[in-house]
């Protein structure tokens, strides 16, 4: 089935996939992305496609659809709060950006790999420069989902939600503020993602465990971020945090894995 996919134009395939799903979700009652968010999703999903095949598509949906699930966790009581994300989850353009900006970087440059456009000389200075791009990437989603399950369990469930720089107790809700529940469901959506790269052939079993560590170094650090920055700098929104949370999350995989290269050697 895969190889008969593989033969097709990959443009032809992703445009048209993907057009058929912006079309289906479209038409469902319960929106998980506004009408902007479903062109640029639209956008992103193709170059995934085109850039990392079926393989990178199914992490990125595998993140969208646990990610969009998640943020509907106990959603009513979170709006009665005034703590659930705005729109009732529907993500918009910010969102999708905000997700996989990081993700879409790495794909990308996996893809101009594949054209020939890096010289060799680039590849000799970095080795296993796609290897690492890849775990870059699945490390990006890994950590956006395990950020995303801690806030909304967090939210939902957390008993007792403390502030990361102080350890003093906070509302839920609170930027900056962790809880047991919320961290562990982010460790468990974390590892789930990651076997989910395994399994489609993006990254072996020890890039399952550095996307693993490298997602809960990154959302720990988006949590102080939160705390100590965010409310300091209106250009600090929650998307641009986002960012700063996914590149964290790749770069700590990239590094953990080139250490280990370098160790082993």
Known sequence: MSSLIDSVNPWLVAVGLNTILVGLAWI???KLLT???LLHAWFLAILIWVTLGWQGYAVVMFYFLVGSGVTRIGMAQKEAEGIAEKRSGARGPENVWGSALTGALCALGV???NSGFIVPSAQFLVPN?????LLGYVA?????LADTTASEV????????????????????????VSLEGTLAGIVASVAIAFVGWGV???DLLGVAWCVLAAFIATNLESVIGATLQSKYTWLTNEVVNIFNTLIGAIAAVL???TWISIIK
């Open 28 to 30: 469902v009652p319960k």
């Open 129 to 133: 420069l796609q290897s690492l791009l």
């Open 140 to 144: 990006s989603f890994s950590t956006k």
């Open 201 to 203: 052939g993006l990254i």
């Open 256 to 258: 953990l894995a080139w």
């Open 35 to 37: 009408p902007a968010g």
């Open 154 to 177: 967090g939210k939902a469930y957390g008993k007792s939600t403390f502030l990361i720089t102080t350890l003093q107790p906070v509302p839920r809700g609170t930027e900056g503020a």
């Open 111 to 113: 893809g101009i790999i």
